[in-house]
C-alpha cells in the first residue's frame, strides 16, 4: 500500500488544505468501508457524522464544508473526480513494455507498431493493424482487416472478428466476443434459413466493454457502439445495433437487431429492447424494462416497466394496484347491495 502525505495530494489536485498538510496517508477507502489511516472522501454534510466517527487519517470535501471533527480536509470543487485522480495516480494499471511474445503468431502482412505489447498464444490475421502503445494479453484472437487504435487495452481470451474497426483508447474485458454473427434467420418450407451476415462492427473511441459480452457483427453495413459508451459485464448488443456516443449500458442487457439510440442513453440492468427501437437522446431505461418493437422514446423521458411506460405513468398505475383488493372488496359488497336492492324491486312487484 502507498503512503504518502495531504501535502502531496494538495500538490497533484490543488484545493485547499484545513489541518495538517503533513498527516500521513495509507492508501484509499470508501465511505462505507473506511480503513484506518486512509484518505475517503464525502460530497455532502449528509455523511460528515460518519466521516468525523471513522478512522479515516483525512477527507476530501466539497468548499460548502470546513470541519470534520479534527480530522484534516482538503476542500475541492468535484470530491469525486479528485478522488479518481488521485486513485490512478497512486494506483497505475500495470505497464507492459513493448514487443511481441515468441508465442504469437503474427501474421506477416499484419502491422503492429513497435510501442504496442503482444502477450502469449495472441493470434493476429492477415492485414491487421494494430496502434500505438497498444496492449494485447494473452490468447486473445485477432481476424483478418482488423484495425484497432492507439493506447486500447485488450484483456485475455478476447475474440475480434475480421473487418472489426475498434477505436483509441479502447478497453475490452476479458471473455468479449466482438464481430460474430447475429441472431438471423427466415423460415422457408419448416426450415430456418440464415441470413448471411457480411457486415462489420465499428467501435468508437474511448469506449469500454464488459467481461463476457457479445456485440454482433451487421447482416449488411455496421454495428455501430458510439464514442465513449460504457457496457458492463454479460450484455448482448444484436446486428446493426447503432448506439450514440457517451451511452451507459448496464449488465444483463440485451439489445434486438437495427435499435438505434442516440447520445447519453442509460439502459439499466436487465432491459430488454426489441428490434427496430428508436431511442432519442438522454432517455432512461429503468432496470427489467422492456420494450416493443418498432417503437420511438423521445429524448429527455424515463421509462419504467414491460412492456415500457412513462415513468410516471408506471408509477400511477403501481399505486393504483395496491387499492385493487379494497376495491374489489368494495365492487363486491356494492354487487350484494345491488342484489339486495333487484331482489326487493321484484318481491315488491309481486304484491
Request: aromatic letters at 4%.
Amino acid at each position: 500500500m502507498n503512503t504518502f502525505q495531504l501535502s502531496d495530494i494538495h500538490q497533484l489536485v490543488g484545493g485547499t488544505i484545513i489541518g495538517n498538510a503533513e498527516t500521513t496517508i495509507h492508501g484509499f477507502s470508501p465511505i462505507d468501508e473506511v480503513e484506518p489511516e486512509t484518505l475517503i472522501f464525502i460530497e455532502s454534510e449528509q455523511y460528515a457524522d460518519k466521516a468525523a466517527e471513522s478512522s479515516a487519517a483525512a477527507v476530501i470535501v466539497p468548499p460548502s464544508i470546513s470541519s470534520i471533527g479534527s480530522k484534516p480536509l482538503l476542500q475541492i470543487e468535484h470530491p469525486f473526480l479528485a478522488f479518481i485522480q488521485i486513485v490512478k495516480h497512486f494506483f497505475s494499471e500495470k505497464h507492459y513494455p513493448p514487443g511481441i511474445h515468441p508465442t504469437a503468431c503474427i501474421a506477416s502482412s499484419a502491422k503492429i507498431h513497435e510501442s504496442a505489447y503482444i502477450g502469449p498464444y495472441v493470434v493476429i490475421g492477415d492485414n491487421t493493424v494494430i496502434g500505438e502503445k497498444t496492449v494485447i494479453l494473452s490468447s486473445c484472437h485477432i481476424g483478418e482487416n482488423v484495425t484497432l487504435g492507439s493506447h486500447s487495452r485488450l484483456h485475455p481470451n478476447i475474440v475480434i472478428y475480421d473487418n472489426t474497426h475498434i477505436g483509441s483508447h479502447v478497453i475490452l474485458h476479458a471473455g468479449c466476443v466482438i464481430g460474430s454473427d447475429g441472431f438471423g434467420y427466415r423460415p422457408h418450407e419448416g426450415i430456418h434459413q440464415k441470413i448471411p451476415h457480411i457486415g462489420k462492427v465499428i467501435i468508437g473511441d474511448h469506449v469500454e466493454i464488459g467481461a463476457n459480452t457479445v456485440v454482433d457483427r451487421a447482416s449488411f453495413g455496421s454495428t455501430v457502439i458510439g464514442q465513449g459508451t460504457k457496457i458492463d459485464n454479460l450484455v448482448q448488443i444484436a446486428h446493426s445495433v447503432k448506439l450514440g456516443p457517451h451511452n451507459i449500458i448496464c449488465s444483463m442487457t440485451g439489445i434486438a437487431g437495427s435499435t438505434k439510440s442516440g447520445a447519453h442513453v442509460t439502459f439499466a440492468a436487465n432491459v430488454g429492447v426489441s428490434d427496430h427501437v428508436i431511442i432519442e437522446d438522454n432517455v432512461i431505461l429503468g432496470a427489467r424494462t422492456g420494450v416493443a418493437s418498432n417503437k420511438r422514446l423521445r429524448k429527455n423521458t424515463i421509462w419504467l416497466g414491460t412492456p415500457a411506460r412513462p415513468h410516471q405513468k408506471t408509477i400511477e398505475q403501481a399505486i393504483a394496484q395496491q387499492h385493487l383488493p379494497e376495491l374489489i372488496k368494495q365492487v363486491r359488497e356494492l354487487q350484494k347491495r345491488v342484489n339486495q336492492l333487484e331482489q326487493g324491486l321484484r318481491e315488491s312487484d309481486q304484491i
